[in-house]
Protein backbone atom coordinates (compact mmCIF):
# COMPACT_ATOMS: atom_id res chain seq x y z
CA UNK A 1 0.00 0.00 0.00
CA UNK A 2 1.26 3.59 -0.44
CA UNK A 3 1.39 6.17 1.38
CA UNK A 4 -1.71 7.91 2.93
CA UNK A 5 -2.33 11.14 0.87
CA UNK A 6 -2.07 13.94 2.92
CA UNK A 7 -4.29 17.46 3.20
CA UNK A 8 -2.64 20.12 0.76
CA UNK A 9 -1.66 17.89 -2.17
CA UNK A 10 -3.80 17.35 -5.71
CA UNK A 11 -6.08 14.68 -6.25
CA UNK A 12 -4.00 11.96 -7.50
CA UNK A 13 -4.79 11.24 -11.64
CA UNK A 14 -6.91 8.05 -12.19
CA UNK A 15 -10.09 7.27 -13.97
CA UNK A 16 -13.15 6.47 -12.48
CA UNK A 17 -16.89 5.96 -14.48
CA UNK A 18 -20.14 6.23 -14.00
CA UNK A 19 -23.26 5.12 -16.25
CA UNK A 20 -25.07 8.18 -18.14
CA UNK A 21 -28.08 7.45 -19.49
CA UNK A 22 -27.07 3.86 -19.88
CA UNK A 23 -24.02 4.36 -21.27
CA UNK A 24 -19.83 3.55 -19.76
CA UNK A 25 -18.92 6.75 -19.22
CA UNK A 26 -15.00 7.07 -17.94
CA UNK A 27 -14.23 10.30 -16.07
CA UNK A 28 -10.35 11.41 -15.62
CA UNK A 29 -10.44 13.18 -11.53
CA UNK A 30 -8.39 15.95 -13.01
CA UNK A 31 -11.16 17.01 -14.74
CA UNK A 32 -14.16 16.12 -12.52
CA UNK A 33 -12.70 18.22 -9.23
CA UNK A 34 -11.25 21.02 -11.50
CA UNK A 35 -12.14 24.11 -11.02
CA UNK A 36 -14.99 23.19 -8.07
CA UNK A 37 -15.46 22.68 -4.59
CA UNK A 38 -16.03 19.41 -4.26
CA UNK A 39 -16.96 16.67 -1.36
CA UNK A 40 -16.22 12.98 -2.05
CA UNK A 41 -17.39 10.05 0.08
CA UNK A 42 -15.16 7.19 -0.23
CA UNK A 43 -17.04 3.55 0.88
CA UNK A 44 -16.06 0.26 0.47
CA UNK A 45 -19.25 -1.01 -0.82
CA UNK A 46 -22.55 -0.34 -2.27
CA UNK A 47 -25.16 -2.12 -0.67
CA UNK A 48 -23.51 -2.92 2.22
CA UNK A 49 -24.88 -2.29 5.64
CA UNK A 50 -23.09 1.01 7.22
CA UNK A 51 -22.19 2.62 3.44
CA UNK A 52 -26.13 2.22 2.87
CA UNK A 53 -27.98 2.51 6.25
CA UNK A 54 -25.43 5.53 7.36
CA UNK A 55 -23.02 7.12 5.16
CA UNK A 56 -24.78 7.59 2.23
CA UNK A 57 -28.22 8.69 3.43
CA UNK A 58 -26.70 11.03 6.39
CA UNK A 59 -24.77 13.22 3.08
CA UNK A 60 -28.05 12.61 0.90
CA UNK A 61 -30.28 14.49 3.31
CA UNK A 62 -27.76 17.22 3.93
CA UNK A 63 -27.35 17.46 0.03
CA UNK A 64 -29.08 21.12 0.33
CA UNK A 65 -27.00 21.95 3.09
CA UNK A 66 -23.63 21.28 1.85
CA UNK A 67 -25.05 23.22 -1.63
CA UNK A 68 -25.71 25.99 0.29
CA UNK A 69 -22.04 25.62 1.64
CA UNK A 70 -20.22 26.09 -1.22
CA UNK A 71 -20.04 22.62 -2.55
CA UNK A 72 -20.71 22.24 -5.90
CA UNK A 73 -20.05 18.40 -6.53
CA UNK A 74 -21.08 15.23 -3.97
CA UNK A 75 -19.25 11.87 -4.89
CA UNK A 76 -20.02 9.15 -3.60
CA UNK A 77 -16.74 6.17 -4.76
CA UNK A 78 -16.93 2.63 -4.22
CA UNK A 79 -14.88 0.01 -5.45
CA UNK A 80 -18.25 -1.42 -7.22
CA UNK A 81 -18.87 -1.38 -10.94
CA UNK A 82 -20.70 1.43 -12.47
CA UNK A 83 -23.59 -0.79 -13.12
CA UNK A 84 -24.13 -2.13 -9.62
CA UNK A 85 -23.69 1.43 -8.54
CA UNK A 86 -26.01 3.16 -10.88
CA UNK A 87 -28.98 0.15 -9.55
CA UNK A 88 -27.70 1.66 -5.93
CA UNK A 89 -28.26 4.95 -6.64
CA UNK A 90 -31.42 4.18 -7.98
CA UNK A 91 -32.20 2.32 -4.81
CA UNK A 92 -30.67 5.59 -2.54
CA UNK A 93 -30.93 8.48 -4.30
CA UNK A 94 -33.59 8.47 -6.73
CA UNK A 95 -33.19 12.17 -7.20
CA UNK A 96 -29.76 12.02 -8.10
CA UNK A 97 -28.14 14.50 -5.62
CA UNK A 98 -25.26 12.44 -5.28
CA UNK A 99 -22.71 11.39 -8.09
CA UNK A 100 -22.22 7.49 -7.76
CA UNK A 101 -18.79 6.81 -9.44
CA UNK A 102 -16.96 3.64 -9.81
CA UNK A 103 -13.47 2.65 -8.89
CA UNK A 104 -14.08 -0.75 -9.66
CA UNK A 105 -10.16 -0.74 -10.81
CA UNK A 106 -9.21 0.57 -7.31
CA UNK A 107 -7.42 3.21 -9.58
CA UNK A 108 -7.73 6.47 -7.22
CA UNK A 109 -7.95 4.30 -4.09
CA UNK A 110 -4.48 2.43 -4.06
CA UNK A 111 -3.16 6.18 -4.98
CA UNK A 112 -4.61 7.97 -2.41
CA UNK A 113 -3.24 4.93 -0.12
CA UNK A 114 -6.82 3.86 0.92
CA UNK A 115 -6.58 0.58 0.02
CA UNK A 116 -7.33 -2.11 2.79
CA UNK A 117 -8.33 -5.36 2.87
CA UNK A 118 -11.88 -6.86 4.37
CA UNK A 119 -11.27 -10.18 4.07
CA UNK A 120 -13.48 -11.23 7.59
CA UNK A 121 -16.41 -9.92 4.95
CA UNK A 122 -15.44 -11.46 1.78
CA UNK A 123 -14.80 -8.17 0.13
CA UNK A 124 -11.13 -8.83 -0.54
CA UNK A 125 -9.13 -5.17 -1.57
CA UNK A 126 -11.73 -2.63 -0.67
CA UNK A 127 -11.79 1.01 0.04
CA UNK A 128 -11.31 2.72 3.50
CA UNK A 129 -14.45 4.60 4.38
CA UNK A 130 -13.63 8.48 3.82
CA UNK A 131 -14.74 11.51 3.77
CA UNK A 132 -12.48 13.73 1.51
CA UNK A 133 -13.20 17.86 0.46
CA UNK A 134 -11.30 19.29 -2.77
CA UNK A 135 -11.00 22.72 -3.86
CA UNK A 136 -9.69 22.96 -7.29
CA UNK A 137 -8.46 19.37 -7.27
CA UNK A 138 -6.67 19.76 -4.31
CA UNK A 139 -7.43 17.89 -1.02
CA UNK A 140 -8.43 20.50 1.57
CA UNK A 141 -9.49 17.94 4.43
CA UNK A 142 -9.80 13.91 5.08
CA UNK A 143 -11.05 11.76 7.25
CA UNK A 144 -10.43 8.00 7.42
CA UNK A 145 -12.63 5.95 9.53
CA UNK A 146 -10.12 3.41 11.47
CA UNK A 147 -12.53 0.17 10.41
CA UNK A 148 -14.94 -0.09 7.20
CA UNK A 149 -17.67 -0.38 10.03
CA UNK A 150 -17.10 2.86 11.71
CA UNK A 151 -19.01 6.11 11.05
CA UNK A 152 -17.94 8.91 12.99
CA UNK A 153 -15.44 11.27 11.25
CA UNK A 154 -16.77 10.64 7.64
CA UNK A 155 -20.22 12.33 8.66
CA UNK A 156 -21.48 15.54 7.60
CA UNK A 157 -21.28 16.86 10.71
CA UNK A 158 -17.72 15.81 11.43
CA UNK A 159 -16.40 16.90 8.17
CA UNK A 160 -17.63 20.25 8.13
CA UNK A 161 -16.57 21.19 11.44
Known sequence: MLKRIAAGVRIPPASLAELQSGELTVLSTERLFEGR??????MPGAFSPTCAQKHLPDFIANAERLRSAGFQLLACV?????WVMDRWAQ???PGRKIRFLSDGN???TRK?????RA???HLGERSARYTMI??????EKLAVENTIEEFACT???AVLL
Open 106 to 108: LEL
Open 155 to 157: AVD
Open 78 to 82: TPNDP
Open 91 to 93: ELD
Open 119 to 121: DGY
Open 134 to 139: LKNAVI
Open 37 to 42: RAIVMG
Open 112 to 116: LGLSV
